[in-house]
């Protein structure tokens, strides 16, 4: 359910925890450590710093490093802004009038996967994975 760029991201994030506090590491080291490309980790790790997750440095020494404790950054925060999964609250089949009240014939069943997903991505921290 994960799309390659999160998983490339997650595996990025575990890297950054493992680092020293206050050590930055360059994306380059890091694709090659995760077997990622360089170019477009660098761009997704700089995204992830407009959403406040990773600390970016230029010049030597630099690189980046979690903006906050990998206790603190769950899954979801890594996935949202890359696979936008809060869409996936609309009906399954597509069906404009599919409401809890109104539900479509597989509502309830996606309902309970969408939330236990949810609830996955929410409750898994990255220090979970170090």
Known sequence: MLSKTSTQVIKAFIE???LEKGEYQGAGAIAQSIMAPRNY???????MASHGLV????????????????????????VEPIDNVT???ECALGLKRCT????CVIHHRWKAVREAYYDFLKSTRI???V
């Open 100 to 103: 809890d009240s109104n539900p």
């Open 55 to 78: 600390v970016s440095q230029k010049g030597t020494g630099g690189g980046f490093r979690l903006a906050r404790p990998a206790s603190k950054i769950t899954l979801y925060d890594i």
């Open 41 to 47: 980790l660098g761009k997704m790790l700089q995204s």
């Open 87 to 89: 869409l996936w609250s």
């Open 127 to 129: 220090s979970d994975l």
């Open 16 to 18: 950054l925890a493992k």
